[in-house]
């Protein structure tokens, strides 16, 4: 077990470093907390975000299944996935210990936005909510990858323009997921999100305090937790959970909301030609840890269509010079996001 400190960062206009820092971290680690300040979504958001999620995993299985991913009313990669549906690793034993709901974007649709896929019962009076909290979002990586331009060197509207979501559809997906408690987990068998990295630009995930399990792996092959709250150091300890529970509860009113997690993907990793990291990860069963976890990830895609030329930056190109890597051309051509995503699930799919 390897120990690593993932900085927590000040996005917000009060720091100018933040550029800088931004690309140091996602270089070494492919992973940064952002601190959830003004620039930030309010966390009164995120904890009514958990509270329909919570719902909706507690709510009859019939209701979870007439949304179900395999049913053709949810659409492409829409809805609900039960247990032991997903395997994240070709190389795990066992499926994934989870459930999870993956949402659309919301599109325009008669002159307003709507998500693309019939809502579950428990959901349905809450679109509005959903909707607004992924524009909170997408707002919020837009601001990330404008400090990522600025950093790089290319205009600070380079990335935004290619998730601009008014000019068309995307691969973005936001996703409710639930590992429940299980008793009788087979250490080194069981897992509750296999080793993976994430498919598309960069990765939001927010985490409910007291509830660990977030891995990544090292530049040197280790597994290291990755903390839910970094101020309190807080990891796989049993005892975190309670005192999560109890100091929550005492200092409400002043207590610092938790940083927001951000992880590169591997289409912004081959789009800046290996220099930005997008990093496996993985999420286990805490040592001697008898809760659920609850987490919640919001997977940003660049627009389909958006061609994937080489990032304009002298740092790109001294990178990829450096490692010789292959970019995101395929027999001479350029590929388009979609494309990138197809030849990713095509890889994942193939076993
Ligand atoms: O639940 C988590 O903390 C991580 C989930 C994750 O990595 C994923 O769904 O891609
Ligand atoms: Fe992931």
Redesign the pocket.
Known sequence: MANITIPVIDISSQNPSAPTQLLEAVVKYGFVFIENNAVGIPPSRISELFNLSQEFFASPQSQKAAVSITSNKAGANHGWLGPGIEK?SVAQARPDCKE?FNMSEPLMQNGKLALQQPLPESLQPHEGPLIEFQNACHALCVRVLGHFATALGVDSAWFAARHDRSRGRSGTVF?M?Y?PYLEGVEDGVDV??GA?S?YGSM?L?F?MPGQP??EIKTPEGAWAPVPVDPSRGENSSPESRHEAKSSSAENKDDAKPLPILVNIGDLLEDWTGGLLKSTV???IFPQGDAGD?Y?M?Y?LHPLDDAALEPVPSELVAQHAAKTGRKGTKREGKTMTARDHLMERLAATYKV
Do not use: E
Request: overall charge positive; aromatic content about 10%; glycine content about 4%.
């Open positions: 994240l999870a996703r997921l590992y509750r999100a993976h994430d990765t995930l985490q399990g977030l990860h993985r999420v976890r987490s990830a997977f």
